[in-house]
C-alpha cells in the first residue's frame, strides 16, 4: 500500500526485531517529500517571491572589536533603489536563544563584537542594488583590545567583551563533583593523563540562510525563513519587535540542510520582518556564503585535560575532566554547550566517580553554538582516545575493555542520568566480527591500523530551554469524510526526514496509506508548538504526540465503526486502508467508511497529541543538561593506511554500528549513519573554522582564513570510504515503537576512531583533530628521537575552579541533590537554561 | 552587441531568446547576469539552487547543450542559442526521470539541496556513458557537495537508474544500502 522502494521488486518484508508486525514501521518506504526533492518542488526560502518583494542586506562589521563612533548613511541614502535602512536604536530589545544569555542585538548598539557582527541593515529594489548602498554605508569605530583564544581570555578579564558572565571574559566557569573523586583516584592501580584538543568548525550547510517577511496589517508580521526552531525564532520576534506573539507568524521553510546551525534566532531574520514593518512591502533577505561562514554557530573549539583512575582489569574508579571552550563572540546555547562537554561522558562505561570542571570564554570571533553533537563530540573525541591509550598500556584489548565497562540498562549514572535502553555491547559485536578485529587489531603491517570508538547521544533533551510545564512537541489530526488525515505539527523539516517520521507513525496506528495523509508543518499560526529540529528530538518526541493523537483518533474511529459492525471497538484491527474485526477479517469496512461512521456519530472529527519528557533523577544545578528520554549508541572501526614518510593517511573503510532502538524507515536510518560517517570523517581529517590575525596597522581584525567553500575543506565523493552499517534495534520503552534518535550519534565515534587507526597504523598519537598529515609526521620525527610520539596541546590552562558542587552518587546513597551549596556558591535549581522561580515569575 | 540592448539605470540591458527545458523564453536581463540569476529571478525556475554563487559547490549545475555547467558563473547573455536543461526538464510528463526515482526511492536526496545540480550532472554522465563504473560517477560527480548523504546513496541511486535505463530490470540496489549489513552473526563478515 504504500510506495514500494522498486515496484517492479518484491521487497522483503522484514519483521522488526521485536517480533511485532508493523504496516508501515521498519519497512523502507519513499520519504513524503521524496518527489518533491528530486522535481525542484520544494521550497525553501531564498526560493519563496511575492508581489512588491523588496531585498535586504547587512552591514558587518570589519573589525573585531571596538566602539561604534559613527553612522553615516548620507552617501548610501543617495544611492539608486534604496528603500530603507535600519540601525541598532531601532531595536533596543536584545535577544538570544537562552534565557540566561539574552545577550545579541538585531543590529549592534554601541558595540562590535567580531568581523561580521551586523550594523546596518539596508532595503533597496533589487539586492544588487541593495549590496551596492550597503558598501556606500560609512561607519566609524574606535577599536578596543581583541581577545583571539581561551587563554588570552583567562590572562584579560578586562577589558570585557560582555558586561555579563561568571567573571571577566569567563562566559561561564563551572565545577561539579560526583562523589568521591579522591578516593576513586586511590582506589585505582594506575592513573592516566591526557591534554588534548577539539578544532572548531562549521556545519556548512548547502544552502545559504535565507528570510523572507511580509506584513499583513500594521502590527502583524509573517515571517518565512530557514530556521530549525520556528518557535524560538517566534519567541526572539515577539521579544525585539514588541509585537504580541499572536500577531507574529513564523514558517520554517523546509531547511537545505541545518546540523545545528540554524537554530538560533538570528540578526538578519530579525531585521526583515523590521524592515517589512517598516516599508510595508515583502522583504527578503539571502546570506552569501561568507556571511554563513561568520554567522557560525559552530562546533566550539575545546582544550580538555582528562585524568582517570584505572585497575589493572581495566575497571575505571573514577574521571576528572577539564573542559575549556572558546565560545566566540555571543552567548548563544553556549552554556548548555559547556554543560553538554562533560554531562554524556558517564552514559557509555561506569564511571563510579566523576569530577567535571569547565570553562567557556568570551573571543572576538564568530559565535560557536550547536553542531551535529552538541558538546559532546569533543570530550568523546577526548575519551575515547584516552580508552584506546590506557588499553594499549596495560595490554588489554580495547574492544575487549569497553565491554567489560558497560553501563547496564536501566540504570542511573554517577551524574544522575537516567539510561534506559543500553545497545552498545551489541554495537560493538557488530563492528568488531565485522571488521575482523580480533585478528587484525596490533597486526596489521606497518602504515596500516584499525581503531575503534564508541558513543552516545540524546534522543531529545530533558527540559526545555526555556523553564514551562508545557509539551515540548504537539500534533493535531483532523479527520473527515474523504478518508483524508490533515496532521498539523510545529516539527522542522530539515532534511532528516522528520517529515516522513510523524506521517508514518499516524499511518502506521490508523493503518492507511501515507498518500492520505496531509501535512502541514512549522508554522507557529497554524500548528501545535514544538520546540524545534534539534538534539535528535523530533522522532522522539514529535514523534509520540504523533502517536498519542493518532492513537486516539483511532479510538474515535473505531468506536464508529464498532457500532456498525456489531463488533467491541477494542477488537478492531486498522491496517490496509481497513477497519476489520480481528478474528474474523470479513466483517469490516473501508477506512473511509469507518471515519463517516464516526463523523455521523461524533461530529466534526480532531484529536491532538503531547508529549513531555520523564523527569530525570538529578535534583542539582546542572542537572537540566544531560537527561533525555532516551539515549542512541554507536560504534565504529575504522581502516586506515598512513604514509609514515608523509604522514599522508587514508580512511579506507568504516564499520558503524547504531542503536537506534527501532527503525521507522530503514532507508531513512541509513542515510543518517552514513551522513554522519561523513560528516565526522570531514571533521576528523580536514574541517576547521579558524581565524586569523590581519596585521595591527590593518586593524588587528580576527578573520576567518577561509570563508569559502573552497578553502573550508569538506569531504568530497572522491574521500568517501567504504561504509559497513549495522542497525542495531534495541526498543527503548520511551520511544515511539522504541523508536531513538540516530541523526547525530554516528558522528561521535568517527574522530576518535580515526586518530585510534593512525596509532595502530604507524604508533604515534595525534591528540587533536582535525589531523592533517604533517602532525603525524612531526609525532613520527619526534619518537624517531626518542621524544614522546605524540603531536597535540601540552597544557591545560590555570583555572581556579573553587569548591565544586558536590554531589552524591547513587551508589553513596545520593538523593539527587547537591549537599554544598553555599560553600560551592551556586544558585539553587536544577535549571542551568533558567531559574525555575524566574519562570514561574515570568521573567525571562 | 544585439541591437536590442540598451542602457537601464547603470547597468546594461540586454534581451536574449533563451531555450530552457525545451521552450523559448523572451527575457531581459543585466548584462552581467549569471544564468543562476535569471533562470531563478527572471524565469522562475527555483529548482535549480546556489550555495556560494562562486563556482565552488556544484549546487547550480545545469545543463547547457548536454553538458553540466555552473550557472553561477555563466553570463546569461551568452547562452542564446543553447539548449539549457535544468532540473525542471527532467521528467516525462507526470513521470519521474529513472534517477529521480531512484533518488527519490533511496533517500538520496535528505535535505534535497544538492540535489538538482547532482541529478542533472548523473543525467549528462549516463547519456554518454550509459554503464559507468563507480569511479567514473564519483570523478563526473567530484564537484558536486553534498553535506547531508555521505554521498553512498547517490552513488547506488545513479547506479539503479543506469541499471533501468539500459532495460536492466532485474537490477536491485543492494540490500544493505536500505537495510544495513546483516549482522556478523547474520550474514558473515565483510572485512
Ligand atoms: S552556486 Fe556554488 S558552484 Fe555555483
Ligand atoms: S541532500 Fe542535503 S546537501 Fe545533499
Redesign the interface.
Known amino acids: 500500500m504504500h510506495e514500494p522502494l522498486d515496484p517492479s521488486k518484491k521487497q522483503d518484508q522484514r519483521k522488526s526485531p521485536t517480533g511485532r508486525d508493523f504496516n508501515l514501521v521498519g519497512k523502507p518506504f519513499r520519504r513524503v517529500d521524496g518527489r518533491a526533492k528530486v522535481t525542484g518542488q520544494t521550497r525553501f526560502a531564498d526560493d519563496l517571491s511575492f508581489p512588491r518583494m523588496v531585498h535586504m542586506k547587512l552591514v558587518r562589521s570589519t573589525v573585531p572589536h571596538a566602539r561604534i563612533v559613527d553612522i553615516d548613511l548620507s552617501e548610501a541614502e543617495k544611492m539608486p533603489g534604496v528603500l530603507g535602512f535600519l540601525t541598532g536604536e531601532s531595536m533596543p530589545n536584545p535577544f538570544g536563544i537562552l534565557p540566561v544569555s539574552q545577550d545579541e542585538h538585531a543590529l549592534c548598539v554601541d558595540k562590535v563584537r567580531f568581523v561580521g557582527d551586523p550594523v546596518v541593515a539596508v532595503a533597496a529594489l533589487t539586492e544588487e542594488q541593495a549590496y551596492e548602498a550597503s558598501l556606500a554605508v560609512k561607519v566609524e569605530y574606535e577599536s578596543l583590545e581583541t581577545i583571539a583564544t581561551v587563554e588570552e581570555a583567562v590572562a584579560t578579564p578586562e577589558p570585557r567583551i560582555h558586561d555579563y558572565g561568571d567573571e571577566g571574559n569567563l562566559h561561564k566557569k563551572l565545577s561539579m563533583q560526583f562523589g568521591d573523586t579522591d578516593a576513586g583516584f586511590e582506589e585505582a592501580d594506575e592513573i592516566f593523563e591526557d591534554v588534548m584538543y577539539f578544532e572548531g568548525n562549521t556545519h556548512l550547510p548547502m544552502e545559504q540562510h535565507a528570510t523572507v517577511a511580509l506584513t499583513e496589517e500594521v502590527d502583524r508580521v509573517t515571517v518565512y525563513s530557514s530556521t530549525q526552531t520556528p518557535h524560538y525564532l517566534h519567541r526572539s520576534l515577539t521579544k525585539v519587535l514588541e509585537l504580541p506573539a499572536s500577531r507574529i507568524r513564523v514558517i520554517a521553510c523546509p531547511n537545505g540542510g541545518g546540523f545545528g546551525g540554524k537554530s538560533d534566532p538570528f540578526n538578519h531574520e530579525v531585521c526583515a520582518a523590521k524592515m517589512a514593518l517598516k516599508l510595508g512591502r515583502p522583504v527578503k533577505i539571502s546570506l552569501s556564503r561568507e556571511e554563513v561562514f561568520y554567522c557560525h554557530r559552530g562546533r566550539h573549539p575545546v582544550l580538555m585535560k582528562i585524568r582517570t583512575g584505572v585497575k589493572k582489569d581495566g575497571t575505571l574508579t573514577s574521571q576528572h575532566l577539564q573542559t575549556a571552550l572558546d565560545g566566540g563572540a555571543y552567548g548563544s546555547y553556549g552554556v548548555a554547550s559547556t554543560y553538554y562537554t562533560g554531562a554524556l561522558q558517564t552514559v557509555t562505561y561506569n564511571l563510579p566517580k566523576y569530577r567535571f570542571d569547565s570553562i567557556r570564554a568570551f573571543t572576538n570571533k564568530a559565535p560557536c553554538g550547536p553542531k551535529r553533537g552538541h558538546g559532546t563530540p569533543q570530550p568523546r573525541f577526548a575519551f575515547e582516545v584516552h580508552l584506546d591509550k590506557i588499553a594499549h598500556s596495560l595490554g588489554l584489548d580495547p574492544a575487549e575493555m569497553r565491554m567489560q565497562q558497560l553501563v547496564p540498562a536501566d540504570s542511573v549514572t554517577s551524574n544522575w542520568l537516567k539510561v534506559g535502553s543500553m545497545g552498545l555491547g551489541k554495537c560493538i559485536e557488530a563492528v568488531v566480527e565485522g571488521s575482523g578485529w580480533k585478528e587484525r587489531h596490533g597486526n596489521l603491517p606497518e602504515g596500516h591500523g584499525l581503531g575503534l570508538a564508541c558513543g552516545s547521544y540524546l534522543s531529545g533533551a530533558g527540559l526545555p530551554i526555556y523553564w514551562n510545564h508545557m509539551p515540548q512537541s504537539g500534533v493535531q489530526l483532523q479527520l473527515d469524510r474523504s478518508g483524508g488525515v490533515a496532521l498539523f505539527c510545529g516539527e522542522t523539516e530539515i532534511g532528516q526526514g522528520s517529515d516522513s517520521v510523524v506521517a508514518a507513525i499516524t499511518a502506521e496506528v490508523l493503518g492507511i496509506d501515507l498518500k492520505d495523509i496531509r501535512l502541514c508543518v512549522a508554522d507557529t499560526d497554524l500548528t501545535p508548538v514544538d520546540l524545534g529540529s534539534y538534539s535528535s528530538r523530533v522522532t522522539l518526541m514529535a514523534g509520540n504526540a504523533a502517536l498519542q493523537a493518532a492513537e486516539r483518533a483511532r479510538d474515535l474511529v473505531a468506536k464508529g465503526a464498532a457500532k456498525k459492525l456489531e463488533v467491541p471497538a477494542n477488537e478492531l484491527v486498522f491496517a490496509e486502508g481497513r477497519v476489520f474485526h480481528g478474528e474474523n477479517p470479513e466483517v469490516g469496512m473501508t477506512w473511509q467508511e469507518a471515519v463517516i461512521e464516526a463523523e455521523s456519530r461524533f461530529g466534526t472529527l480532531g484529536t491532538t497529541g503531547s508529549y513531555i519528557p520523564p523527569r530525570s533523577p538529578g535534583r542539582y544545578r546542572g542537572a537540566g543538561v544531560g537527561p533525555s528520554p532516551a539515549y542512541s549508541y554507536s560504534a565504529a572501526v575504522v581502516e586506515t593506511r598512513v604514509d609514515p614518510e608523509t604522514g599522508v593517511y587514508r580512511v579506507e573503510h568504516v564499520w558503524m554500528a547504531h542503536d537506534v532502538g527501532q527503525c521507522i524507515n530503514p532507508a531513512m536510518v541509513m542515510g543518517q549513519i552514513e551522513g554522519s560517517v561523513y560528516m565526522g570523517l570531514g571533521e576528523a581529517m580536514m574541517e576547521e573554522q579558524v581565524y586569523r590575525r590581519l596585521p595591527k596597522k590593518r586593524s588587528n581584525a580576527l578573520v576567518h582564513k577561509h570563508p569559502s567553500m573552497l578553502e573550508y575543506k569538506s569531504p568530497t565523493f572522491a574521500d568517501m570510504p567504504g561504509v559497513t552499517s549495522y542497525i542495531i534495534e534495541d526498543p527503548d520503552p520511551n520511544g515511539p515503537f522504541g523508536a531513538k534518535e540516530v541523526g547525530q550519534g554516528p558522528l561521535l565515534p568517527m574522530m576518535p576512531a580515526v586518530a585510534n587507526s593512525i596509532f595502530d597504523a604507524v604508533g604515534v598519537r595525534v591528540d587533536q583533530v582535525p589531523i592533517a598529515p604533517h602532525m603525524i609526521r612531526q609525532a613520527i620525527e619526534a619518537r624517531d628521537k626518542g621524544k614522546e610520539a605524540r603531536f597535540g596541546p601540552k597544557k591545560f590552562p590555570e583555572v581556579d575552579f573553587g569548591t565544586p558542587l558536590r554531589v552524591p552518587t547513587p551508589e553513596e546513597g545520593g538523593d539527587g541533590k547537591a549537599i554544598n551549596i553555599e560553600e560551592a556558591g551556586v544558585r539553587e535549581g536544577t535549571g542551568t537554561m533558567t531559574e525555575r522561580k524566574d519562570a514561574v515569575k515570568g521573567g525571562e | 552587441m544585439d541591437s536590442q540592448d540598451q542602457k537601464a ?3 546594461q540591458q540586454v534581451f536574449r531568446l533563451l531555450n530552457v527545458n525545451g521552450e523559448p523564453h523572451q527575457t531581459g536581463f ?1 548584462v552581467h547576469h549569471s544564468l543562476l540569476e535569471v533562470l ?2 527572471q524565469l ?11 563556482g ?2 556544484g ?1 547550480c549545475t545545469v545543463l547547457i547543450d548536454g553538458q553540466p555547467v555552473l550557472s553561477c558563473l555563466e553570463l546569461a547573455a551568452e547562452c542564446e542559442g543553447r539548449e539549457i536543461t ?3 526538464g ?2 516525462n510528463g507526470n513521470d ?1 526521470h529513472p ?3 531512484a ?5 538520496a ?8 545540480g547532482i ?1 542533472v550532472t548523473a543525467k549528462a554522465l549516463l547519456e554518454e556513458n550509459p554503464e559507468p563504473t563507480r569511479d567514473e ?3 563526473a ?15 547506488e541511486g545513479i547506479e539503479w537508474a543506469a541499471a533501468k535505463m539500459r532495460g536492466d ?1 532485474d537490477y ?2 543492494p540490500k ?6 546483516p ?3 547474520e550474514g558473515g ?3
Open positions: 539605470g547603470e547597468h543585466s531563478r529571478e522562475n525556475l527555483t529548482g535549480t539552487k546556489h550555495g556560494c554563487e562562486l565552488e559547490c549546487t535544468t532540473v525542471e527532467m521528467m519521474l534517477l529521480q526515482e533518488f527519490a526511492d533511496l533517500g536526496a535528505q535535505c534535497g539541496y544538492c540535489t538538482p541529478l560517477i564519483v570523478s560527480l567530484a564537484g558536486n557537495l553534498c553535506r547531508c548523504t555521505g554521498y553512498h546513496k547517490i552513488l530490470n536491485t540496489p544493505e544500502a536500505i537495510y544495513g549489513d549482522l556478523p552473526g563478515s565483510h572485512a
